[in-house]
């Protein structure tokens, strides 16, 4: 007889009925791609790739194909806000990937690419060009691709934000006034 897995959805464990935590429609997607995110990684710690975090590969295949940017024009770009980036181009820079040099004007800087990232960005995009390939891959066997339910998403969205949604089911609970 084949053993069970555990189901990551639900809390190992006694569950308490009072917990609302332990109820999430959501919590899945955020694991399925922590672990799609893993073996991302595991990816450049087998090649190896040293110092590099996945969570840096979209940034620095930006400012390969556009060249250097400023914070916030790299931030506009992977569509993140400038305090998430300014953090992640510290920790870049902290790792050796990216420097910033002398922007247009003496206020200004630009994140530039270092000798050691230029030298790894033809894998980088390999791997993100392996990557989207088998995430088509993985969408093609399944009956309702992802990608399809984040578009339907959108557009629901689009005709009533989360938001509104949240307020109203809020406005329905005692313990939320």
């Given amino acids: 007889m084949a053993s069970q897995q555990p189901d990551p959805t639900r809390p190992s464990g006694p569950t308490d009925p009072t917990d609302p935590t332990e109820q999430s429609l959501w919590r899945p997607l955020r694991l399925l791609q922590d672990a799609v995110e893993a073996d991302i990684a595991r990816l450049y710690a087998e090649a190896p790739v040293e110092g590099l975090r996945s969570s840096f590969v979209m940034e620095l295949l930006r400012l390969h194909a556009r060249g250097p ?42 994140v530039t690419l270092t000798a050691k990232a230029r030298a790894v960005v033809a894998r980088l995009a390999a791997e993100w060009e392996a990557t989207e390939a088998a995430l088509a891959e993985l969408e093609a066997e399944l009956p309702y691709p992802l990608s399809r339910v984040v578009a339907d998403i959108e557009q629901a969205l689009a005709r009533r934000s989360f938001h509104d949604r949240l307020s109203a089911k809020l406005a329905e609970d005692p313990r939320w006034h």
Avoid at 77 to 102: C, D, F, I, N, Y
Wanted: aromatic fraction near 2%.
């Fill in 69 to 110: 940017m400023t914070i916030g024009e790299l931030a506009e770009s992977v569509h993140r806000t400038h305090s998430a980036l300014s953090q992640k181009v510290a920790a870049m820079r902290r790792a050796g990937w990216v420097e910033t040099v002398p922007g247009a004007d003496a206020r200004s800087k630009k």
